[in-house]
């Protein structure tokens, strides 16, 4: 790692602007009662330091997003085949997202493996993660729906970001972790041995005031142990209106759907999010659904986070601790209580199975 930064608290803004003048700027300002991430504007003030609604992932992955026009032949060939003219559209920013919480920059890198892999890349997620630089900030007051340090993160958490910027007195201590995060922070003043030592102090803090997290590192191995115990699953679900608002929020969520706006022979292809707690999610064309009930989708939620996805991705869960879909959901349904509940059924169904193999 280089030599840490330092940038003053009243050079940020112009700082920004600097960076502005060659790429867009994202950052989080408030907007009625939700802090949100909006293109800089340096007249107008940023929240820095709180947990913005909606984390980052909308840079990488848009809510909405354009893949490309296309347009057929007005009439067929001899085969009666007409042919269809694709012109795809690739991202054409860099951006760069300065504030976001570590939950929220660590979720960029649990979508990685899903749209870049050995099998396949998805080149506009590509595109996109490699046009963007994350900053964020060290969380330095974690909320009560805050529980990062249970899935593998902590407030100083620095995987996903390029960037972490720790508050200290007078300024940011600034930290690179990728070459792209040190080739923006170039130009700020090295920090001296006094403001090292303080932002140490600050992220030792705020370690300190975390209570010891529950051991959930067996979920990927136990919980398909309750798949069929739909009695379960309706007592956790039991709240849940299914409005899709937790996995809107969330930073690890990417479900998606594809539709075509067409209009004559010319039209967009357009993917936007999905969310597993839909009840038209995985309805089949027959009309039948194989997850009818909330209880079936909740299931899904809460097993691919802490089950599907771990199996598959190094035993990594697809949650990042962040909380939102805590605050975000009307109904107050908690992951944290769903998960432990789940898990110590599940636990109890290993127990048994322990004893009777004998
Ligand atoms: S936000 Fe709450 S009510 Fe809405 S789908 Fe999620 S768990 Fe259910
Ligand atoms: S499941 Fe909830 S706590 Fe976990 S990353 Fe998603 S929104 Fe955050």
Redesign the pocket.
């Known amino acids: 790692m280089s030599q840490a930064r330092f940038l003053p608290y009243d050079a940020v803004t112009d700082w920004l602007r600097k960076i502005a003048e060659t790429m867009r700027v994202t950052a989080p300002v408030r907007e009625g009662n939700s802090v949100v991430f909006r293109d800089f504007d340096p007249e107008e003030p940023l929240v820095l330091g709180h947990q913005s609604a909606a984390s980052p992932k909308s840079v990488v992955f848009p809510q909405l997003e354009y893949l490309f026009r296309y347009k057929t032949d007005r009439t067929a060939d001899e085969n009666g085949v007409r042919q269809i003219t694709l012109e795809p559209i690739y991202p054409d920013e860099d951006v760069f997202v300065f504030g976001a919480n570590p939950c929220g920059a660590r979720g960029l890198t649990t979508l990685d493996p899903v749209f870049i892999n050995d099998e396949y890349v998805d080149p506009y997620y590509k595109a996109r993660r490699e046009r963007s630089i994350i900053a964020s900030i060290v969380c330095t007051l974690p909320g009560d729906a805050c529980f990062c340090h249970w899935v593998g993160g902590n407030p100083n958490d620095p995987v996903g970001s390029d960037l972490v910027l720790t508050p200290i007195e007078g300024g940011y201590l600034v930290r690179a972790h990728s070459e792209k995060g040190e080739k923006l922070a170039a130009g700020l003043d090295k920090a001296d041995a006094r403001e090292e030592q303080a932002a140490q102090q600050v992220e030792d803090a705020v370690l300190a005031t975390l209570d010891p997290p529950p051991d959930l590192t067996d979920c990927p191995d136990v919980m398909e142990n309750v798949f069929d115990d739909m009695e379960l699953w309706e007592q956790v ?1 039991d ?9 809107y ?1 969330c930073p690890t969520c990417y479900c998606f759907n594809i539709t075509d706006e067409a209009s004559g022979i010319a039209g967009e292809r357009i993917r936007s999010w999905d ?1 597993c ?1 839909f009840p038209t999610y995985t309805r089949e064309a027959s009309g039948h659904n194989p997850r009818p009930t ?1 209880a079936h ?2 299931r899904n ?1 809460i097993l691919h986070k802490f089950s599907y996805y771990p199996k598959l991705y190094n035993r990594v869960f697809s949650c990042t601790g962040c909380g939102r ?1 805590i605050r ?6 908690d ?1 944290r209580d769903a998960v432990l509940r789940v898990k110590e059924a599940a636990t109890k169904d290993e127990s048994a199975k322990e004893v009777s193999d004998g």
């Open positions: 679900s709240k849940c209106i299914y409005c899709g608002a937790c996995t929020y969310s707690m909330k989708r909740f939620r879909c975000m959901c009307p109904t107050t349904v992951i």
